[in-house]
């Protein structure tokens, strides 16, 4: 066992070594998948899995820090989320806000909610707003806590806030459609004013978005890795690291 650890060590090094820093992603998105199917292979329940998958949330951005990435968006909890059983959605409710909790206080973040806040219980919505305010000057990594989030509902979002601006202005209907664009679409997404996603990794071994970021990823390159969140390591994120640096981005072409 010691000598498994030693090894690992090693190519961990080579790993981090081996990095081109000139192609570090700016913005890293995480889809944090799995935990429930690791708490069942652990013979453990449904909260202890998302209590060990939130744990594992301030390894990754201390990685993310060592490494220079300036945001990161952390999916934590879906619009379609929101239907579980209340004997499931409550005590991740609990964990999630306990969990912006402590990052607010360890002062090295910006704390940023994304996602429809008025789906979410009082309790949880304060928590997360709460943590926004206390780290509002923090000079750090921006996180996205993305909760009662989905793509889809962000993109309406936007557009609503855009015709209801708009409507304020006394722009016709007329006026806008023969105006507007993607770049007036993007002000008003949950992320608006931050570069988009160069990164997006997914644990689990699952292949897909499933609504994450689906405006802002049209240019991202993927990673998906086969470990369950709570058993994601530093290894796994230098691969992806690694993996993101060796392709040639096209950018849709």
């Given at each position: 066992m010691a000598w498994n650890n030693v090894l690992y060590s090693i190519y961990e090094g080579r790993l981090a070594a081996g990095l081109n820093h000139d192609r570090i992603p700016r913005h890293v998105g995480v889809i944090l998948d799995?935990?429930?199917?690791?708490a069942a292979g652990q013979g453990g329940s449904t909260a202890q899995g998302h209590a060990a998958g939130?744990?594992?949330?301030?390894?990754?951005?201390g990685w993310c820090d060592d490494?220079?990435?300036e945001v990161v968006t952390l999916w934590l909890l879906s619009t379609d989320?929101?239907?579980r059983p209340a004997s499931e959605l409550e005590p991740l409710l609990d964990i999630i806000s306990k969990t912006v909790t402590e990052l607010a206080a360890i002062?090295?973040?910006?704390?940023n909610p994304v996602g429809a806040l008025d789906l979410l219980p009082?309790?949880?919505a304060l928590a997360l707003k709460t943590a926004a305010e206390a780290t509002?000057?923090?000079?750090g990594i921006t996180v996205n806590v993305a909760v009662g989030y989905g793509g889809r509902r962000e993109v309406v979002d936007a557009v609503r806030a855009l015709l209801a601006e708009h409507a304020l202005r006394g722009t016709s209907l007329d006026e806008l459609a023969a105006t507007i664009d993607a770049t007036d679409i993007a002000g008003y997404l949950y992320t608006k004013g931050q570069p988009d996603p160069d990164l997006v990794i997914r644990t689990s071994g699952e292949q897909r978005l499933g609504g994450f970021l689906l405006w802002q990823s049209a240019h991202s390159e993927f990673y998906f890795c086969e470990a369950y969140w709570p058993d994601f390591r530093r290894v796994d994120f230098l691969r992806a690291l690694r993996a993101y640096g060796a392709r040639q981005r096209r950018f849709g072409s």
């Open positions: 799995g935990n429930r199917r690791w939130a744990a594992k949330i301030e390894e990754l951005l490494v220079g990435v989320n929101l239907a002062g090295k973040w910006r704390i009082e309790t949880t509002v000057d923090v000079v």
